[in-house]
């Protein structure tokens, strides 16, 4: 890291801590959803297959819990 | 660019008898493509298990080996607290009632992280309610 870009990082830094918190949550949130990992690629064959009836069942929530939320 | 699948194309993508199999599995296939990056919670892996082990459909190590494929190919989104009150404030706005709440959890993860599109089968659920907040892409 270059001098400038060391005195430019620790401007943005004291930039950073002088918001209030909650302007810094939504910073932090960027900032991690920016830099996460990758999930692994999908394809067809990443996830076991089953063989079943579903007699026309949506899997919607409505069908999914019942009327206890279970 | 980010997109919430749903619990729905997760069994459909798992189940060969499937009249929807091939489409969801196209669908993400595409999407992947397109460069959209998948996004579940774990509310959406709790249902998935819920789905497949209720009649055993698939056996309890295909089901675990599954959410653990789901957790690798997906970004995982947690059910923190701020979720929960981007929910009581949904369930205000929208007037949302019953196991309505359940779709709402979901619309309020997808806020909390800044998940605008949600590709379902169940469009209905979401749609013209959360319609201002979130896409709804549907499945076919």
């Known amino acids: 890291m270059t001098a400038i870009e060391k005195q430019t990082t620790e401007a943005i830094y004291n930039m950073y801590l002088a918001l209030p918190d909650e302007v810094k949550m939504e910073v932090k949130r960027l900032i991690d959803d920016a830099v996460s990992v990758r999930p692994e690629p999908f394809t067809v064959d990443s996830l076991i297959k089953g063989n079943w009836n579903d007699e026309g069942k949506t899997y919607s929530r409505d069908e999914l819990y019942d009327d206890n939320g279970r | ?140």
């Open chain 2, 1 to 140: 660019m980010k997109i919430f699948i749903d619990t729905n194309i997760w069994v459909y993508q798992t189940n060969a008898n499937s009249i929807f199999h091939a489409a969801a599995t196209q669908k993400l296939i595409d999407l992947q493509a397109n460069g959209f990056i998948f996004h579940i919670s774990t509310q959406v892996l709790r249902e998935y298990a819920k789905a497949t082990t209720l009649e055993a459909f698939l056996t309890h190590s295909q089901v675990q080996a599954n959410m653990s494929r789901m957790r690798l190919i997906t970004v995982v989104l947690e059910e923190t607290q701020p979720v929960t009150v981007e929910l009581e404030k949904l369930i205000g706005r929208f007037n949302v009632k019953g196991k309505s709440v359940y779709d709402c959890n979901i619309v309020a993860t997808m806020q909390h992280y800044s998940v605008d599109t949600i590709l379902t089968h169940n469009v209905k659920d979401f749609t013209p309610r959360y319609d201002g907040l979130l896409t709804v892409l549907p499945l076919l």
